[in-house]
């Protein structure tokens, strides 16, 4: 499924994670559908179900438009498929910069997922409201009790030429959040309330899947993957148990060796 030239496994801040190397954005598309395919096929035939929050931007859309097409559109893991989100501005769903919305156009709509497992974050309420209800959603859904913590099969990350993840902005004090599951936040472009999960949550999924594309993504992975700490966001991320996955374009790798080994 990777390309000749996957990376193999390395060493992020000390946690192994899987690096794969794409030539091209198609490439990249082309392996997050069949990771996440994979993820899926696996967590159903585990459990009977698959739990799931994705990220919006524009890196991972291609990804779902393939995944809203054969072989995998007709996937009878669909239907046993809960999709949640990992963050989301604060505007109505069909304003350009909604995550959900533009998750409906590219895959909801147009695969047969009911519509009871999809579970958008409430983007219309006012932040804080909204961070409290979908920390309710998470509880009612996976049974928390005061101090758990969701356990997704599958987070899909990207991140920013700032490095930062979901709407985890450098500098925010939210970085530090370790019992509040969302929370409401301001920033990023454009500089909007945002609603989002934390650290606690995303480290403890089963698998991150991180998807980076663009050159102007390159001085932040080459900063990231040699090690040289820098306050981001995303040396944030160290999996309890799960395992971490990265799949970057030639675009965004290309200040890295591109060969295996730790």
């Known amino acids: 499924m990777s390309d000749p030239r996957a990376g193999g496994l390395k060493r992020l801040g000390g946690t192994p994670c899987r690096l794969l190397f794409m030539a091209d954005p198609e490439a990249l598309a082309g392996a997050a559908a069949r990771l996440f395919m994979d993820r899926a096929e696996k967590a159903v035939q585990e459990r009977g179900q698959f739990w799931v929050a994705v990220s919006g931007g524009a890196t991972p859309r291609p990804a779902y438009r393939l995944l809203a097409q054969e072989p995998y559109g007709s996937s009878r893991v669909w239907d046993r498929t809960h999709l949640f989100w990992v963050d989301e501005r604060c505007v109505p769903k069909t304003d350009p910069a909604s995550n959900w919305g533009t998750a409906q156009k590219d895959l909801l709509d147009r695969v047969p997922i009911p519509g009871a497992q999809i579970h958008p974050m409430p983007g219309t309420l006012p932040p804080e409201q909204g961070a409290r209800h979908y920390e309710e959603i998470l509880a009612a859904f996976f049974h928390l009790k005061p101090g758990d913590l969701p356990r997704f099969d599958l987070i899909l990350l990207g991140v920013g030429g700032d490095g930062h993840i979901a709407s985890l902005f450098p500098g925010q004090n939210v ?18 309330w945002r609603l989002t999960m934390t650290l606690p949550v995303l480290n ?20 990231l993957f040699r090690g040289e700490p820098s306050g981001l966001p995303v040396e944030r ?11 970057l374009d030639g675009a965004a790798a290309s200040g890295l060796p591109q060969r295996g080994g730790r």
């Open 175 to 192: 970085l530090n959040e370790t019992e509040r599951r969302v929370a409401a936040v301001k920033g990023g472009a454009p500089d909007v």
């Open 204 to 223: 403890h999924a089963r698998e991150l899947l991180f998807l980076v594309s663009g050159e102007r993504k390159r001085d932040m992975i080459i900063r």
């Open 237 to 247: 991320i160290h999996p309890v148990t799960g395992a971490l996955t990265w799949v």
